[in-house]
Structures are given as C-alpha cells and as structure tokens.
C-alpha cells in the first residue's frame, strides 16, 4: 500500500508540472506580446503626431532625426543586446531593455525642444533593440522549434494589429490627449509587461567569464550606424554621388571589414561567425534581407498610392493594407499549424518566395484605372507570400544553432530584417521619386517640376490645392512611379525563391521522443522552462 501511494506521489506531480507549464508559458506569452507590440507600434504612432510636435516644439529642418535617431539606435543595439543575453542571460537583458525603453518613452513625452526629443528618442531606441531580440530568444528558449507553430499565429497578429492599428491609435491619442501621450501610452503597456515577466519569468542565470567584445561592439556600431545613415540620406538630403554619402560609405565598409576581422579573433565575439557555417542559417539571413525589403516598401508605397490615385482617406491608412496584413496572418497561422503537426516546413518558404514574386508583379501593374478591390487583391497575394515567410525564417535560423547562440541568432536575423527594410525603402524610394520627377515634368512641363522639386511623395493638402492638370499629372506619376517600385521588388523577391531551393529540411527540435529505453516503463523527466 505504501508503495503504491509513494509511486502515485510523483505521478501526480509530473502531471501538475505537466498542466502548470503551459499555463505559465501562456502567462509569459502575453508579456512578451505586449513588449513586441511596443516596439511595433511605436514609430507608427509617433509617425501621426509629427505634424502636431512639430507645431509645438518647432526645429522642423530636424524632423527626420526623429525618425533615424530612433532607427540607428535600434539597428546598432540589436545584435548587442542578442549577445548579452547568450552570456549574462536572456530575462535580465530582456528586464533591463523594457526598463531603458520607458525611461525613453517618458523623458520623450518631457522633452522642451527638437534637440531634447531627439536625444531622447535615441535612448527609447536603444531599449526597442533589445525588446524584438529578446522576445524571439526567449520563445527560442521556452518553446521547441517543433512547437513553436503553435504560437506564431499570435505573432503574427501582434504585427498585423500594430500596422493596422498604430495610425489609428496615433491619430486619436494626439487630438484628445496631446502629442506627449503618444510617448507616455508606453508605460502602463510596460508596466504590465515588466511585472508579468519579473513574476513568471524563470530562465537559468548566466555568469560569462570572459568579458564584453567592446572593440566588436564599436566596430559594428560604426559600420551599422554609417549604412542606416546611407540609406536614410541618399538620394534625399544628399545626392548618391555626393561627397558625404562616399564617406559614409567608405567608414561603413572599414568598420565592417575590420568587425569581421576581429572577430575571428576575439575571445567572446559579439556576432561569432561559425553560425554562418550553418547552410539554412545563412539563406534565413538572405530571406530575411530580402523579405524587410519588400516588406516596408510595400508598406511606404501602398497608401500612397491608394491615397493620391484612387483617392482613400489619409486618416484610415493602416486600414489600407488590411487584405495585405489579413492574408499574411491567415498564411502564417497555417504554416506554424502544418510545420508543428508535421515537423516539415521547407515548402513554405518556396511557395512564399512564388507567392511574393507574383505579388509584386501584379500590384508593379496598378495604374490609375486599377479599382481599390483589385489593389485589394494584389495586395492579399503578396500578403499570402509574406505569411509564409515571416515566423518561418526566424524559427529555422534559431533551429540551425545551438542553444548557447540562441540571441546572437535571434538579433541577426532581427538585424537583417532592419538592414534590409533599410535598404528598401531607400532604393525603391530613390526609383520612386526619380520616376515621379520625370513623368511630372513629361506631362506637366516646368509646373511639374516646381511641384515636385522638394519632395516627389505630396500630402493631402497639398495635393488638394494643385491645378486640376497638375493633380491627373500627379496621379499618373505615382502610379509610374509605383510600379517602378514594384517591378524592382519583384526582381529582388527571385533571391527569395532562389535561396528557398537551396533550404536543407533539418529535424526540428522537440519534435516526438522515443519511448524510454529504460526497460521498466519509467517516462522521461519533465524539464520546467518556466
């Protein structure tokens, strides 16, 4: 009798660890949401308020540092943060990124001037780094790959809700709260999520015996900062071929070179460069690349275009792209599903890769005749391919290294993306305006020109107040212009699909043990990850 209850004690026990952890990880789930959702909505909501802050704190010719202060502290803190968190462990880096992110977000809604807000931003910037990077690490630590399907759906709703909702939010924030609020919205979201991750959380602690690669960090700061600085100037502050953009392009690649060079010699390297050795590794980081780029072109582009040809209000922009955001959720939903039920997911990124070529050909075919269900529908196609490819990339990049590399994993893939929504919305934009110019001037003569000399992408107001010929002139551009943008995606959208072929279908991890070879019926222990 005594035997049977001491056998029964422990079984009651594994099945108590058994329902207790899914319910924990759950718990966690909602933290790490809510810290995603931050990053996401952010620059989308301080994006709706410009208008307003610049009104009240003026510097309007520093506007644009707003915007780049945040986006070059993020790209250069990304892999930085991925790497403290594989040698001092992920919830501390996690805990101290939110932490850095608030104090950001509230000194923001403080500042005075242009000067202050930008500096501020800066900070905010270098806590959102490690806000992307840390979720996906520690859901790479939680969560088997295998099982991980389960729960990209909510991802990729987080996502979809953020580039919907953030103008929406934005917008209704800044009339009947104030501009300040659109930072201050940030701390009761952080607050939340820091005291969830702080109770739940549970995560082994690490102690690195060798200390931090600051040559490494500087080096890939520098060669970070001088790319996003590239992208972000070229062919808009100054001319591609001008004397300050072949600077920075000759420090980035310096840093650059010298980073990849120390590397191999440091004794902690900050990106260690044998995850590269990894074949699915690399390709993930070449899909990724090329996903952020046609990604946030898209998302530039289609409301412009939408906007200034078909006519749709500026105020519901992020409702603009609900069939390109709803087939991406749909897809990306199915793909976790299938890839968790059945441990496959090689087809994924090569239909994904055909389904965005075939996007982004049919919406370089918009014109100003295309109706808004048939943009509607172009864009529901590229949607589909992105869904294929968004969760799937990160989950077989963290799959193809071990689990002491799990952040440095997660921050370049996270890094890639950055870099290569960088490069989109720099290049399509340049392809952009340089079509609009030439079509403006083609159809409305030196009137043409004079509109368009500042900047070739027009707001309402001012698009109101043009000549009726000017305006069809416009619309004709813009639509020339898109498909230009477009027709150069659906180029680069081929790497995509290229690199899929080459994709290595290697077992996920955690995927259906064999039984137990003890002999005597015992099952494997239960390992609490929360």
């Known amino acids: 009798m005594a035997d049977t209850k001491a056998a029964a004690v422990p079984g009651r026990a594994q099945e108590d660890q058994a329902e207790k952890k899914p319910r924990s990880v759950r718990v966690v789930l909602l933290a790490l949401m809510i810290a995603m959702m931050l990053a996401m909505l952010d620059n989308m909501i301080v994006g709706t308020a410009m208008p307003t802050i610049v009104g009240d704190l003026g510097g309007l010719e520093h506007l644009s540092w707003v915007v780049t202060g945040y986006t070059l502290a993020t790209a250069a803190a990304t892999p930085i943060w991925g790497k403290l968190g594989d040698m001092y462990g992920r919830k501390g880096a996690f805990l101290s990124s939110i932490v850095i992110f608030l104090v950001g977000s509230a000194l923001s809604g403080m500042a005075q001037n242009m000067g202050q807000l930008i500096g501020f931003r800066a900070v905010q910037g270098l806590g959102a780094g490690g806000l992307m990077v840390g979720v996906m690490a520690i859901i790479g630590d939680l969560i088997p790959p295998r099982e991980r399907g389960k729960y990209t759906g909510m991802m990729a709703g987080v996502m979809a809700l953020a580039m919907i909702g953030g103008p929406l939010v934005g917008g209704t924030i800044t009339d009947n709260w104030g501009w300040r609020w659109s930072f201050y919205i940030n701390l009761p979201l952080g607050a939340v999520a ?4 702080s109770a739940v959380l549970h995560l ?53 070179v010298g980073f990849v060079f120390w590397q191999t010699r440091a004794a902690e390297p900050v ?10 590794f690399t390709l993930m980081s070449v899909i990724g690349f090329v996903t952020g780029f046609v990604m946030f072109g898209a998302t530039l582009f289609l409301p412009l275009y939408q906007q200034s040809v078909q006519g749709a209000s500026a105020t519901n922009s992020g409702l603009l792209l609900l069939p390109m955001l709803g087939a991406m959720l749909v897809t990306s939903m199915i793909s976790g599903r299938v890839t968790t039920s059945t441990g496959r997911y090689k087809a994924f990124p090569i239909v994904g890769g055909a389904l965005m070529i075939v996007g982004l050909y049919l919406l370089s075919l918009m014109d100003t005749g295309t109706s808004r269900f048939t943009s509607g529908v172009y864009m529901a196609v590229l949607g589909l391919g992105m869904g294929c490819l968004m969760q799937i990339t990160m989950l077989v990049a963290q799959n ?43 159809r409305a003569g ?45 180029v680069v959208a081929v790497i995509v699909l290229a690199a899929a072929v080459f994709v290595k279908e290697v077992p996920l991890r955690g995927g259906p043990q064999k039984p137990s070879q003890d002999g005597d019926g015992t099952p494997p222990p239960v390992i609490e990850a929360v």
Do not use: C
Request: no cysteine.
């Open 194 to 197: 820091l005291a969830l991750v």
């Open 204 to 256: 082994p602690k690490k102690r690195s015996k060798v200390g931090i690669d600051y040559l490494g960090v500087v080096l890939l700061t520098v060669g970070i900062t001088s790319i996003v600085l590239v992208t972000t100037w070229g062919g808009t502050q100054y001319s591609w071929t001008s004397a300050r953009i072949m600077e920075l392009i000759g420090i980035g690649v310096a840093a650059l």
């Open 271 to 280: 990106l260690p460069l044998h995850i590269f050795r990894s074949r699915n």
């Open 400 to 442: 193809s290294v071990e689990m002491k590399d799990m952040g440095v994993a997660s921050s370049s893939t996270t890094l890639f993306r950055t870099l290569g929504s960088s490069f989109g919305v720099a290049i399509m934009g340049a392809l952009f305006n340089h079509q609009v110019q030439h079509v403006m001037s083609e």
């Open 446 to 490: 030196a009137l043409g020109s004079k509109v368009t000399e500042k900047s070739a992408q027009l707001d309402a107001a001012s698009l109101a107040k043009l000549p009726q010929a000017a305006r069809e002139a416009y619309q004709h551009a813009v639509s020339s212009g898109t498909h230009s943008a477009f027709l150069l995606g659906t």
